[in-house]
């Protein structure tokens, strides 16, 4: 079966607020406003109780941090806020795992139990096996990072946004001038 999209191909378009940020952005190329109201302080957040799958302290904690971060960058919407939510569910839970798997064997011997008449036990090892929890532990982190890709939160997602830089006046005292001026 074929796709009903013919003709369609290639990655998503960027946002124009990626884009800017870049300093890509073309008026021609433009595609307008991202759907979802921008972002612009952390009050606009009301609270994470409506977010739950944010059940730990620290996935909290994650969440207001990445969201503070994202605000700064002026690319945090409304629609943001389940991937960031993900986003710091997963950080939490890495954290976890990675504390478990200090604690734990990296390989579990699995064995067969022989009880004797004498009353003696055996364990005979059958094979050894690679702790679970290092599968979850990676397909948590791969995800993490697509996630973290998206909002420039990995070091080459940071290189695609070329941040604008602040407009500083050449005379510390024009502005004052100015106001004494009238201008």
């Known amino acids: 079966m074929?796709?009903?999209?013919?003709?369609?191909?290639?990655?998503?378009?960027?946002?124009?607020?990626v884009k800017d940020l870049r300093g890509t952005l073309e008026k021609r190329r433009s595609r307008g406003a991202t759907p979802g109201l921008p972002l612009t302080k952390i009050t606009q957040i009301?609270?994470?109780?409506?977010?739950?799958?944010l059940k730990t302290k620290r996935a909290k904690e994650i969440f207001k941090?990445?969201?503070?971060?994202?605000?700064?960058?002026k690319i945090l919407t409304e629609l943001d806020l389940e991937n960031l939510a993900i986003y710091s569910h997963n950080l939490d839970k890495i954290f976890t795992?990675?504390?478990?798997?200090?604690?734990?064997?990296?390989?579990?011997?699995?064995?067969?139990?022989?009880?004797r008449k004498n009353g003696d036990i055996d364990k005979?090892?059958?094979k050894s096996i690679t702790n679970p929890k290092w599968?979850?532990?990676?397909?948590?982190?791969?995800?993490?990072?697509?996630?973290?890709?998206?909002?420039?939160?990995?070091?080459?997602?940071?290189?695609?946004?070329?941040?604008?830089?602040?407009?500083?006046?050449?005379?510390?005292?024009?502005?004052?001038?100015?106001?004494?001026?009238?201008?």
Do not use: W
């Open 2 to 17: 074929g796709s009903s999209r013919k003709g369609i191909a290639g990655r998503k378009p960027l946002p124009d607020e």
């Open 46 to 53: 009301t609270s994470t109780r409506g977010i739950r799958i």
């Open 65 to 73: 941090q990445k969201c503070n971060q994202l605000l700064h960058l």
């Open 97 to 115: 795992l990675i504390d478990e798997l200090s604690k734990e064997e990296d390989i579990i011997t699995l064995y067969k139990v022989i009880y």
């Open 124 to 126: 005979v090892p059958l």
């Open 135 to 183: 599968k979850l532990y990676f397909a948590l982190v791969e995800s993490n990072n697509k996630i973290s890709g998206e909002f420039g939160f990995s070091p080459v997602a940071r290189m695609k946004f070329a941040l604008p830089a602040e407009e500083k006046p050449s005379d510390p005292f024009e502005e004052i001038k100015n106001a004494m001026l009238g201008k």
